[in-house]
């Protein structure tokens, strides 16, 4: 009888654990949000150009070297935006691949550029991420709605199609999240501010 008693009361509790971590959904410190790096001039290249190679390969050091990045500890995770088809861009991918050779991580593609919104719920719900830094590559035209499911209000202006040297810092105080936008200072011609 003890024992049936003693189970019921391990899977109770267990029970109760299980529903507290869904109720409370966890979040990451530092969500860091940047376009994928330049482009050829020729449209139908889904890849990176030279330019965009080098910034790529730049990144490396701008995510090792900036202290505003740093205070949580080197990104456990990074995202890019899913290509839908051979035709779209492989560019996302292709600006984190330097970053996740250095951290020995992979580039993980779950949802396309508009799906922006499921990416949102899985990071900010994922115990992983919890007070850890993640980081995201994205399509542009879809940054701003991505920093708005990750509870950024308001939303941001539209991120402008010229701009590559750029990133998001998205932090959280308590649920509040806030967002400082850093220049990348890699290249020649780069922004300084």
């Keep these: 009888m003890k024992t049936t008693a003693t189970r019921a009361k391990i899977l109770l509790t267990i029970f109760i654990l299980l529903a507290f971590i869904r109720i409370c959904p966890a979040q990451p410190a530092e969500i860091i949000l940047l376009r994928h790096a330049e482009k050829p001039q020729d449209e139908s290249n889904v890849r990176l150009s030279a330019t965009g190679k080098e ?15 740093g205070t949580n500890g080197p990104p456990v995770a990074l995202f890019a935006a ?87 810092v998205i932090t959280y105080q308590g649920k509040e999240a806030s967002l400082v936008s850093l220049p990348q200072n890699l290249l020649p011609g780069d922004s300084r501010r």
């Excluded at 910034?55 to 990045?69: D, G, K, W």
């Excluded at 399509?139 to 202006?157: C, F, M, Q, T």
């Design 82 to 168: 899913r290509p839908v088809s051979r035709k779209h861009s492989n560019r996302p991918v292709e600006t984190l691949q330097p970053l996740a050779k250095r951290l020995k991580l992979r580039v993980q593609t779950p949802y396309t550029a508009k799906e922006h919104a499921a990416l949102a719920k899985k990071i900010l719900h994922d115990p992983v991420y919890d007070g850890k830094t993640v980081v995201i590559c994205w399509v542009h035209d879809y940054l701003p709605e991505l920093a708005g499911s990750l509870g950024v209000k308001p939303r941001p202006a539209p991120w402008k199609s010229s701009v590559f040297d750029r990133v998001w």
């Design 55 to 69: 910034r790529a390969r730049a990144l490396v050091r701008f995510f090792a070297t900036t202290p505003e990045l």
